[in-house]
Each structure stands twice: as C-alpha cells, then as structure tokens.
C-alpha cells in the first residue's frame, strides 16, 4: 500500500501542526508578556498545591490531636495532675485552651477574697482569646488562596486577551485570515486562559475545605471551652 504526494503532505502537516500547538510549543513561540503570564500563573499554582498539603497536614494534625486530648480530659478524675501531664507543654489548641483556663483560674483564686463573678468573665476571657488566637494560627495565609483562586483567571484572561490582539495584528500585517496565520496566536492566548484556570480552581476548593475545616475546629474549641467553664464555675461554687 503506497501514500499519495497529497496524502503524505497532509500526514506530515497534521504532525506539524500537532507539535506546534504543544503546550511547551506554546509556551516558546509566545511573546514576552504572555509568557510572563504563563509563568506567573505556574508558580500561583505551584504555591497553591504547596499550601493544600501543608494545610491538608496541619488541620489534620491539629484536629486529632485535640479530639484525643479532649477524649482524655473528660476522662481525667484531676484537673490538676492532667494539666500538668498532658496540657502544660502541649502545642495544640485544645490543650491551649485548657492551660488558658487554668493559668487564670490559678492566678483568680490565689487571692485571699476570691471575686467569683469577675473569676467568672476572666475564665471566659481568657480562653475566648486562645480560641480566637488559635483560629487566627490555623488560617495563617488562608487569604492566599482566596486571592489566586480570584485573581488568577484574569490574569489568565489578560493573557488571553493580549494573545488574540497579537492574533488580529498578524491578520493585518500578512494580509491573510487563513488559519495558519490565526491558529497559533489564538492557541496560546486560550492556553493562558487554561493555565489560569488550572490555578484558580483548586485554590477556590481548597479555600472553601479549608475554612469550613476551620471553623468545625472552632467550634469544638468553643465547646470544650464552655464545658471547661461550666466543670471551673462548679469548683468555684464549691469553695463558698
């Protein structure tokens, strides 16, 4: 079986073409600004997947490390000794809060005429702030990813934008609207747009996981420390 002349100039274009509209390919016969864009838009994304696996790391970490800590406190017949077993030098939020709660619980009830009411605000206070403390920790630079996940397809759109002018400038200049002439400048401004997409995409679910993530840890650190509260407001009656 032999190929034609037209059918072996037709293989060998579509072999061209499909290695032309490569996205390395792409990338190369770009002009400066949108390869700008390009690169801008792949180290976004780079950042982006960084972030996920170490926020996919740290709320895993710290969300177990408080649902054991809290297990075993509910567990614990003394404040005291647990506290200074397990909460004292722990890092994490539960045992944070706990060691808010008991450092101004030990420093309220030191004095000889214990003020119970303002013990009372104190305590609350106190850990309020370690759950507000905590939070702020956890979603250090959270507002990265909101930021490329909103950003990043108009700076892919610019990108397209600057591409298809380049495409349209090429049409004047050649004074011919055939494909070849057009393809290759509309190709690489859609492939900004894809780049920037690929970057905002899972920037806006993970923003979105991970905040919801964060607030499921505040509001178990709030209900621990309502707990912790109740179980001190109850040792405090005690002392009358």
Not at 32 to 37: L, M, S
Not at 123 to 128: D, G, N, V
């Amino acid at each position: 079986m032999s190929l034609s002349m037209p059918d072996v100039g037709a293989a060998v274009g579509a072999a061209t073409q499909a290695a032309t509209i490569s996205p390395l390919a792409l990338f190369l016969q770009a002009d400066i600004v949108v390869k700008v864009v390009m690169l801008g838009l792949v180290l976004a994304s780079i950042w982006t997947w960084a972030m996920i696996i170490g926020f996919s790391f740290t709320l895993r970490k710290a969300s177990r490390q408080s649902s054991s800590f809290e297990d075993d406190f509910w567990k614990a017949e003394d404040i005291d000794r647990f506290y200074e077993a397990r909460g004292k030098s722990s890092d994490f939020p539960a045992a944070k809060v706990m060691a808010a709660g008991v450092t101004e619980w030990r420093r309220s009830t030191a004095q000889k005429v214990i003020d119970r009411d303002g013990t009372r605000d104190r305590l609350s206070t106190a850990m309020s702030s370690m759950i507000a403390s905590e939070v702020d920790r956890l979603s250090d630079r959270l507002n990265i990813l909101a930021t490329i996940g909103s950003v990043a397809p108009f700076v892919g759109l610019f990108g397209t934008v600057w591409g298809i002018m380049r495409a349209f400038t090429a049409i004047a200049k050649e004074q011919n609207s055939s494909l070849a002439v057009v393809a290759p400048g509309i190709a690489e401004a859609l492939f900004a747009t894809a780049i920037g997409l690929f970057a905002a995409i899972p920037a806006v679910i993970a923003y979105n996981r991970f905040s919801h993530g964060i607030n499921r840890m505040e509001s178990k650190l709030t209900r621990f420390a309502d707990g912790f509260y109740s179980t001190l407001s109850r040792e405090l009656e005690a002392q009358r």
